[in-house]
Nanobody, 117 residues
Framework: QVQLVESGGGLVQPGGSLRLSCAAS????????MGWYRQTPGKRRELVAM???????NYADSVKGRFTISRDNAKNTVYLQMNSLKPEDTAVYYC???????????WGQGTQVTVSS
């Protein structure tokens, strides 16, 4: 059974930093994409940062230059380093992965990030 387990959310002041982690387990199939979405109440879930394959990355325009996605393939883990955080970054952050030839979608349980003074 595939699981995506997130960690690293919390409360931080504007301008601060947080690092999120997401570890995938329960699969030996290829992980084709892996990354992060976020959602606030009443809004659609939006892409934050994503690995497509081993090297290619996509970022939302709103986080470019502030957030960095990285990965450890040996651990099936992706990280999201978030710097210069703003109140508008407040959201529940969800890890997402597409796994196997059929690109089955998997989601983590979500981790709350709150940016507030």
């Amino acid at each position: 059974q595939v699981q995506l387990v997130e960690s690293g959310g919390g409360l931080v002041q504007p301008g601060g930093s947080l690092r999120l982690s997401c570890a995938a387990s329960g699969t030996s199939q290829t992980i084709y994409t892996m990354g992060w979405y976020r959602q606030t109440p009443g809004k659609r879930r939006e892409l934050v940062a994503m690995f497509n394959g081993d090297i290619n990355t996509n970022y939302a325009d709103s986080v470019k230059g502030r957030f960095t996605i990285s990965r450890d393939n040996a651990k099936n883990t992706v990280y999201l380093q978030m710097n210069s955080l703003k109140p508008e970054d407040t959201a529940v952050y969800y890890c997402n992965a597409k796994i196997g030839l059929q690109l089955v979608d998997y989601w983590g349980q979500g981790t709350q990030v709150t940016v507030s003074s």
